[in-house]
């Protein structure tokens, strides 16, 4: 057998977590072996975050033209998706081809292997016949895929995930989704705003399951008066598929649809991963890492794998964190004597991370503050604990609450203006652990809410806060107003 190639590190799956850390690697001087088997930047630009917001993007248009009618005269609207798939596949995915990304990868000084990667022993990784041994560490960014529930039937039916519906031409005259989270909720709106039939059946006894209960109400109620049809409490047991249409039996229910969209979730698949030649368990829904990214000695994870939120703003907080700690561990092994170097070969990486605790000279991940947005029309924007778990805690809570049709411009908004801000109080301590903001722009008024439970800003100061008027962030004075 050939002699493995040494490197200075391994990346194995460029997402953006993983293309980010081989990246920035490579730009500081280190020989970076980025592999990956699909394409280079992960589900976020070809299947995820962007393309999802430009559908999102089209429908709030439709949606916003037919409030016309309401506020400013009259307005015909007729959708056609056309212009829609031609944005997603020209000006988004390059068709699904990621050389851009390829060569933005290879352009900062990294090395690209296509293939399917696996360790081979302690520092070692085999991709088909080549061998890498890597000096400094292997770094796992290997995301997740969709997890099918396992229903009688649905696997041998050409059913969706969100990869066919974001690639989509032509769209159905009817779909069924089966799953009620953010991303089924998303793609239900939009597909109705467009002139779909949908139907959303969720197995839980409300949508948005880890959300605020108010938050799944309004979300709800908006995606009915868009015409999708909500089955709460609905467990699927049977999927068929005769040709050209799909039934989903639930008991005695049966919902049939010309396509069906799954969206009951993601998994990592780490039995592929060759985790048993450096002793870690496979058989873990995710990998699981310290404060600084590591999974064992030399070995770092980043994004969805890790199990701490498949959102983009996460994989990108986390690469900070290891490109900090690998450096440092590339300076340590080299005996260079200057640990503060690490921080400026990092440069603006860092940056994301640099207000969290840390050992040394490597800051450790802070979640308290994660950030999550539903892209409904009304958006959903949350930070750390709803009230239920703040409950759970033990935590003496005191809830704010304020309807966004209360407030001066939720009132001058009229028209789409459902929403409201909730604020989770630990009273003991005086501060935010959890704040929820909905409405037509409830991820951008988010921000303020986050800074408060990230900063730990005392709740008596929030309250002396100048709020400008009239904006819906305005809104937040009111729910401090009303803690009880």
Not at 349 to 357: C, E, K
Request: hydrophobic share 45%; proline share 4%.
């Amino acid at each position: 057998m050939a002699e493995p190639e040494v490197v200075d590190v391994v990346v194995i799956g460029l997402g953006v977590g993983g293309e980010e850390v081989a990246g920035r690697l490579a730009e500081a001087g280190l020989s970076v072996v980025g592999v990956e088997r699909n394409l280079v930047g992960g589900e976020c630009p070809y299947w995820g975050c962007i393309p999802s917001k430009m559908m999102i993007r089209a429908a709030n248009a439709l949606a916003e033209a037919r409030r016309v009618n309401e506020l400013a005269g009259s307005a015909q609207v007729q959708p056609d998706w056309a212009p829609v798939a031609k944005r997603i596949r020209e000006e988004a995915t390059d068709s699904w081809d990621d050389k851009v990304a390829v060569d933005r990868f290879v352009g900062r000084g990294g090395r690209f292997v296509r293939g399917s990667a696996r360790l081979d022993g302690p520092g070692r990784v085999r991709v088909g016949d080549q061998v890498f041994q890597a000096r400094h560490g292997i770094v796992f960014g290997t995301g997740t895929r969709p997890s099918v529930p396992p229903i009688d039937g649905l696997a041998d039916t050409p059913y969706w995930t969100n990869h066919q519906a974001t690639e989509v031409a032509e769209l159905p005259e009817s779909l069924l989704v089966l799953g009620g989270g953010a991303i089924g909720l998303e793609l239900a709106q939009v597909f109705a705003r467009f002139g779909v039939q949908v139907t959303v059946v969720e197995a839980a006894d409300r949508v948005l399951a880890f959300e605020e209960p108010e938050s799944a109400e309004v979300a709800a109620a908006a995606l009915r008066a868009d015409g999708v049809d909500i089955r709460a409490g609905v467990k699927a047991d049977r999927v068929t598929h005769d040709g050209s249409a799909f039934t989903l039996h639930a008991g005695d229910d049966a919902f049939t649809a010309e396509q069906l969209l799954v969206v009951t979730g993601r998994r990592a698949h780490l039995e592929e991963l060759g985790l048993d030649t450096i002793g870690v368990d496979a058989a873990q829904r995710y990998l699981s890492v310290d404060g600084q990214m590591r999974v064992t000695d030399g070995v770092w994870a980043v994004g969805d794998v890790t199990g701490e939120g498949a959102f983009t703003h996460i994989a990108m907080y986390q690469a900070a964190i290891v490109i900090a700690d690998v450096l440092d561990h590339a300076r340590r092994a080299k005996g260079a004597p200057d640990a503060s170097g690490t921080a400026s070969m990092v440069g603006g990486a860092m940056g994301a991370a640099s207000a969290v605790g840390s050992a040394g000279t490597v800051p450790l991940a802070d979640y308290r503050a994660l950030p999550r947005v539903t892209f409904t029309d009304p958006e959903i924007g949350s930070v750390g604990l709803v009230e239920h778990q703040a409950r759970q805690r033990g935590l003496n809570v005191q809830i704010g609450f304020a309807p966004l049709t209360t407030s001066a411009r939720g009132w001058i908004h009229k028209a789409g203006n459902e929403g409201f801000i909730k604020l989770v109080v630990d009273a003991d301590k005086g501060v935010l652990v959890g704040a929820t903001s909905v409405g037509s722009a409830g991820g951008e008024v988010l921000s303020a809410l986050v800074v408060a439970v990230h900063g730990e800003v005392p709740v008596s100061r929030l309250r002396h806060m100048i709020y400008a008027y009239p904006t819906f962030h305005r809104a937040i004075e009111d729910a401090l107003r009303n803690l009880s």
